[in-house]
């Protein structure tokens, strides 16, 4: 069965950087897009990054542009989101997202406090 593990969550300082990964298995990865959403208290979960099958397109949340990207590597089954200049308004926990199962993560969650 389609199975995504999240990974690399944790408490930041204001400006930090963190790193997400999401092992995925049971599908045939390559073939598909995945994206990573994220949650916050009290509020409805939104898309952050999405990366087509083969990584050529990607795409954004207008408030992380410029901040974070997405990548993925097909070989190993995993997509990650590299995570700069890292504000509080990111406090959310993050998901790993495939569409075409409607499959997610069990989340990992990234604080970002001083």
């Known amino acids: 069965q389609v199975q995504l593990v999240e990974s690399g969550g944790g408490l930041v300082q204001p400006g930090g950087s963190l790193t997400l990964s999401c092992a995925a298995s049971g599908f045939a990865f390559k073939n598909y897009g995945m994206s990573w959403y994220r949650q916050a208290p009290g509020k409805e979960r939104v898309m952050v990054a999405r990366?087509?099958?083969?990584?050529?397109?990607?795409s954004y949340a207008d408030s992380v542009k410029g901040r974070f990207t997405i990548s993925r590597d097909n070989a190993k089954n995993t997509v990650s989101l590299q995570m700069n200049s890292l504000k509080p308004e990111d406090t959310a926990v993050y998901y790993c997202?495939?569409?075409?199962?409607?499959?997610w993560g069990q989340g990992t969650q990234v604080t970002v406090s001083s």
């Open positions: 990366i087509s099958s083969a990584g050529g397109i990607r």
């Open positions: 997202y495939v569409q075409r199962f409607d499959s």
